[in-house]
């Protein structure tokens, strides 16, 4: 178990400075001095990091979905010292770099299907939000303006942005502060077999939640609807990996109807599933794929939309792209994803994503016969979840304000894991873990668990 070391003055200094100074993401004001689970970390290494007191966790989140080659990559750093030390910026609208379109050839190369160019941003909010905007620009140009409306699902997050947080769907979260939302977006259900908002089950619901997409699209009107947009395996909502058949099923919907398919990568890809990109494992081509994260393994901040030949082809001649992103296409970012994908193809991480992802859902499926709490255990590659219940029969949740959840963070805390955990517990660590990791991970999630269930006077 990690023995959270005392404060510091040092480190007393620095939070008090923080939680004054610093406005944390997500977080209330002052956090910094009052969160337990807010930490100044100082070091990483591989799939751990380091506090500023000395207490070593394994960051079983990978930072925030993204770190995927690991921490302390010396190579990725030394790329962006020499690039930002020869040519650090070039407007994207008059001029590009040498970096930029390299990248832009490597991703080509590797993206699925014949998702051949691509348009840079600064992450993967800019990314879904400049998806969009090409998706309404692309049928306008093609003289079909009404097309404008957007069909996301329950449940997935694309972004903090307006756009993004628009087609997400986190209305329960986002509403009391945000709202009124994008006009002409709809949600449909998710593809969530364990929690089935049709309380069907597969194969016998025919994918109900495919065909709910294409009845909301002949409701709307074809000629009204611009896109789609979804996750291959939406992480938001609770790790939910969708049935086979459902993406083939929604590929045929939107090309039925003429509506544009952006399939949202930017937790997915860059070998997260053991594939590159999630879309593999259904032989899926979007017409457009955002992608962040794992692009740069968060070294730099830097995202992007790849685009299938006819999408860009609208934009020929006069028809030019009314959006632009100052910091696109950024050479130094562009660099430090060069040499991260040279580590992820030069190690094999895809292909260890997926086997020390089989290791891992092994392990915690296994926990389910200790666990009554376990209610479902779902994932691809080093993309896991155990959604945790308080009564498996009925598959009642927790209260995520509640004790029961509560104990389970302060317990990972307590033995050395960085993660999230709510009625689902996240697990996303670097694709450069080994086995004796991925079972110390297991480890460490069964006596949280086991904490949990004690103090809930369930064991």
């Known amino acids: 178990m990690n023995d959270i070391a005392p404060a510091s003055s040092n480190e007393a200094a620095l939070k008090k400075s923080g939680a004054e100074h610093l406005f944390m993401h997500a977080s209330p004001y002052g956090a910094l001095a009052h969160d337990?689970?807010?930490?100044?970390?100082?070091?990483?290494?591989?799939?751990?990091?380091?506090?500023?007191?000395?207490?070593?966790?394994?960051?079983?989140?990978?930072?925030?979905?993204?770190?995927?080659?690991?921490?302390?990559?010396?190579?990725?750093?030394e790329a962006i010292a020499k690039q930002a030390s020869t040519l650090a910026y070039a407007s994207s609208t008059s001029a590009t770099t040498i970096p930029a379109i390299q990248l832009a050839e490597r991703l080509a190369t590797m993206a699925p299907g014949d998702q051949n160019t691509v348009f840079f941003t600064s992450g993967g909010s800019e990314a879904v939000e400049s998806a969009l905007k090409i998706a309404r620009q692309y049928h306008y140009h093609r003289g079909e303006p009404k097309r404008q409306k957007i069909?996301?699902?329950r449940g997935s997050y694309h972004g903090g942005t307006y756009a993004a947080m628009s087609v997400s769907g986190t209305r329960p979260t986002s509403d009391p502060f945000h709202s009124p939302f994008m006009p002409g977006v709809l949600h449909a259900s998710p593809p969530n077999c364990y929690?089935?908002?049709?309380?069907?089950?597969?194969?016998?619901?025919?994918?109900?939640?495919?065909?709910?997409?294409?009845?909301?699209?002949?409701?709307?009107?074809?000629?009204?609807v611009a896109a789609v947009i979804a996750e291959p395996i939406s992480a938001a909502n609770g790790i939910v990996v969708p049935p086979d058949g459902y993406w083939q099923r929604l590929r045929e919907i939107c090309d039925k109807h003429g509506v544009l398919l952006i399939t949202d990568e930017v937790i997915n890809g860059f070998g997260r599933t053991g594939k590159m990109f999630a879309s593999e494992h259904w032989g899926l081509v979007g017409d457009m794929m955002t992608m962040a994260k794992g692009l740069t393994s968060g070294y730099v901040p830097m995202g992007g939309v790849m685009c299938r030949p006819h999408v860009v082809e609208a934009f020929e001649?006069?028809?030019?792209?009314?959006?632009?992103?100052?910091?696109?296409?950024?050479?130094?970012?562009?660099?430090?994803?060069?040499?991260?994908?040279d580590?992820?193809?030069?190690?094999?991480?895809?292909?260890?994503?997926?086997?020390?992802?089989?290791?891992?859902?092994?392990?915690?499926?296994?926990?389910?016969?200790k666990h009554l709490t376990v209610g479902d255990v779902r994932g691809l590659g080093l993309l896991a979840g155990i959604e945790v219940v308080k009564d498996r029969g009925t598959k009642e949740k927790f209260s995520e304000s509640g004790p029961e959840l509560a104990a389970?963070?302060?317990?990972?805390?307590?033995?050395g894991l960085l993660t999230r955990a709510g009625t689902i517990i996240s697990l996303c660590p670097p694709l450069c873990i080994n086995a004796d990791e991925v079972a110390q991970i297991v480890d460490i999630v069964d006596g949280a668990l086991g904490d949990m269930e004690k103090a809930a006077g369930m064991a």
Request: with cysteine; hydrophobic share 45%; charged share 20%.
């Open 317 to 341: 001649d006069k028809n030019t792209l009314s959006h632009l992103i100052t910091y696109g296409g950024h050479p130094v970012a562009a660099a430090a994803a060069l040499a991260n994908i």
């Open 195 to 224: 929690r089935c908002d049709f309380r069907q089950t597969f194969p016998a619901c025919d994918l109900l939640c495919a065909d709910q997409i294409g009845q909301m699209i002949e409701y709307e009107n074809p000629q009204t």
């Open 408 to 415: 389970l963070n302060e317990s990972l805390r307590k033995r």
């Open 36 to 77: 337990a689970g807010k930490r100044i970390l100082v070091e990483g290494k591989g799939i751990w990091v380091k506090d500023i007191v000395g207490n070593q966790f394994i960051d079983a989140l990978a930072g925030l979905w993204l770190v995927n080659v690991g921490h302390g990559r010396a190579e990725i750093g």
């Open 343 to 369: 580590i992820i193809e030069r190690e094999g991480l895809v292909q260890n994503a997926a086997a020390m992802g089989a290791l891992l859902l092994e392990g915690l499926r296994g926990l389910a016969d």
């Open 151 to 153: 069909i996301g699902r």
